[in-house]
């Protein structure tokens, strides 16, 4: 393999296929983290309604403050739950995901420089890690255009 070629190799590697995993992979967890704590959030909001609930029915001042609360705070859950589902962070994590596993697929084997040159040339072997990898690029934007339109058609179902 030329020099060349060997460097063209290295390039992608580096900008393309490490840059691109790590993009995927920095955003799945981005995802991840959002959905777990707006879960958390929306859990300690319900725990609270129901003290809440509690307190206004025990014989502790404020009875009209706890049950305002009570009232409020399951409300205040169920937006947080419409906001996750609107932003569909579980699906986005999904996405970014198997877009991540697609690409470290089809970026394997990476041609060997030092290897012996029988069957396709150094220069076949490249091209076809670049159509591999591009192929599974392709198949990630293919996806959020799945995402958006389930979106669209949840919005016009509700709407």
């Given amino acids: 393999m030329s020099e060349r070629t060997s460097e063209l190799l290295r390039f992608y590697e580096q900008h393309r296929i490490r840059d691109q995993l790590g993009f995927y992979t920095g955003r799945r967890e981005q995802f991840d983290r959002a959905t777990g704590q707006a879960l958390a959030i929306s859990a300690m909001l319900l725990g609270f309604a129901a003290a809440a609930g509690a307190l206004a029915g025990a014989a502790v001042g ?3 403050a706890w049950a305002a609360l009570a009232a409020i705070l399951p409300a205040i859950s169920t937006a947080l739950a419409a906001y996750i589902a609107l932003y569909a ?19 394997r084997p ?7 040159q029988d069957g396709p040339s150094p220069e076949e072997n490249i091209a076809e890690l670049v159509r591999r990898v591009e192929g599974a690029l392709r198949q990630e934007q293919a996806q ?9 058609i949840t919005d016009q179902t509700n709407g």
């Fill in 89 to 107: 962070f579980e699906q986005q994590s999904k996405i970014y995901g198997d877009a991540a596993r697609a690409v470290r697929a089809a970026s």
């Fill in 110 to 116: 990476v041609p060997d420089p030092s290897a012996p």
């Fill in 144 to 152: 959020w255009g799945q995402l958006t339109s389930q979106i669209q």
């Fill in 62 to 64: 404020g009875r009209e």
